[in-house]
């Protein structure tokens, strides 16, 4: 009982100190992206678009997504916000996103690795009911893992044509089981709530893939890979008690984790 209680406490304290250091580096990212500003180069002063930038990531961060609890409107907020937002932006501060090649592909993932950012602490928050005390939250993991269906499936109807193979397989993989998930409610299926929600918490993978086309991103690369690599074992460590449950199962996350593997080689390439 005594252990138990030690790692409980551990455990929340390290998911208060990590929402500390994702504020940090999710308000970093957002000033990264939208005005170029790197570390070295930011004083003590904010001007207004930076400012307003901070509210904002703190209000929809809090309000409406810890606070209220409405994971529904991040769905919303990814197409109809976000992907506008992103072109208008990178076409401003990168003069060569506005005619790049590839620039669907940059858009997309940079939309998405901050939506995977946004629900980075609400997965947390849920990781250690899921997975020490097997208490499943449904109506709210559901709802996250309809929300990260929702923005794979636009993904792939609107920038299908950017998307390699594999990467279709993930995404419809990902949409059609948002949907079904609806109904799950016990072993196998339900576990590929927790492949999502350690997927999430690898938000830096998805910023790197798009902003490599941009700027320098050697240090943005390392902190992906370190967070890709125990992700990917820990998935394969945890899925590895359930595959063997349901045949077609293990080929769905045997495709998963293809996908994820066809990434990581990519990025220890680099």
């Known amino acids: 009982m005594c252990v138990y209680i030690y790692i409980s406490i551990i455990f929340r304290l390290y998911i208060y100190i990590y929402n500390i250091i994702y504020i940090i580096i999710y308000i970093y990212i957002l000033l990264f992206i939208f005005f170029g500003v790197h570390l070295k180069k930011m004083r003590f002063f904010l001007n207004l678009e930076i400012t307003i930038i901070i509210l904002l990531s703190v209000i929809i961060l ?8 409405m994971y529904w409107i991040l769905p919303l907020i ?8 992103v072109e208008y932006t990178l076409s401003h501060h990168y003069s060569s996103f506005k005619d790049h090649p590839r620039k669907l592909y940059i858009q997309k993932n940079v939309v998405k690795g901050l939506s995977l950012a946004v629900m980075s602490p609400l997965i947390l928050r849920e990781a250690f009911n899921v997975l020490c005390r097997s ?3 449904y109506h709210l993991l559901r709802q996250m893992t309809l929300a990260y269906g929702m923005i794979d499936g636009y993904s792939l109807v ?9 990467t279709r397989i993930h995404h419809t993989i990902v949409s059609v089981f948002s949907l079904l998930n609806l109904f799950i409610v016990s072993d ?3 576990q590929l709530m927790v492949f999502g929600g350690i997927s999430t918490l690898t938000f830096p993978v998805n910023l790197y893939l798009g902003l490599r086309f941009l700027t320098d991103t050697n240090r943005l690369r390392r902190i992906a890979t370190t967070i890709y690599v125990p992700a990917i074992f820990f998935n394969v460590w945890w899925q590895s008690w359930f595959v063997l449950l349901d045949p077609f199962y293990c080929m769905v996350v045997g495709l998963l984790l293809l996908d994820d593997c066809i990434l990581l ?3 220890l390439r680099q």
């Open 62 to 69: 809090y309000f409406f997504f810890i606070y209220n609890k």
């Open 78 to 85: 990814a197409p109809i916000l976000l992907h506008p937002l």
């Open 135 to 137: 208490i499943w939250n």
């Open 158 to 166: 609107r920038f299908y044509d950017e998307l390699s193979e594999t």
């Open 188 to 190: 196998p299926w339900r």
């Open 265 to 267: 080689r990519h990025l």
